[in-house]
Nanobody, 124 residues
């Protein structure tokens, strides 16, 4: 069973940086396809960024240039580097996955899995 665990949230001042991590487990030797979402108080959950098992990345327009998604060599941990944080970036940040790719290039799809979230607070 695939599990995702986020970490790295915290409190920063506006203009500061944080790096979030999303560690995936459950399928050995699999490169995980992971998306980041966030949900602010009273707001809908919104898409932030995605990284594929092949390393390809996409971002929602509002995060381009400030946020960077990457993954470690083993492809089981995904990072979200967030720079120049603003008070409006305060939210719970979640990672999500529904597939991974084996070393032989075979994609395994599974029921969408979400992490428990990590909280980011930004003070002005």
């Amino acid at each position: 069973q695939v599990q995702l665990v986020e970490s790295g949230g915290g409190s920063v001042q506006a203009g500061g940086s944080l790096r979030l991590s999303c560690e995936a487990s459950g399928i050995n030797s699999c490169k995980y396809d992971v998306a980041w979402y966030r949900q602010g108080p009273g707001q809908e959950r919104e898409f932030v960024s995605h990284i594929g098992a092949d390393g390809s990345t996409t971002y929602a327009d509002s995060f381009k240039g400030r946020f960077t998604v990457s993954q470690n060599a083993a492809k089981d941990t995904v990072f979200l580097q967030m720079n120049n944080l603003k008070p409006e970036d305060a939210a719970m940040y979640y990672c999500k996955s529904d597939r991974c790719r084996s070393l032989l290039g075979i994609t395994t799809r599974y029921r969408e899995v979400w992490g428990q979230g990590t909280r980011v607070t930004v003070s002005s």
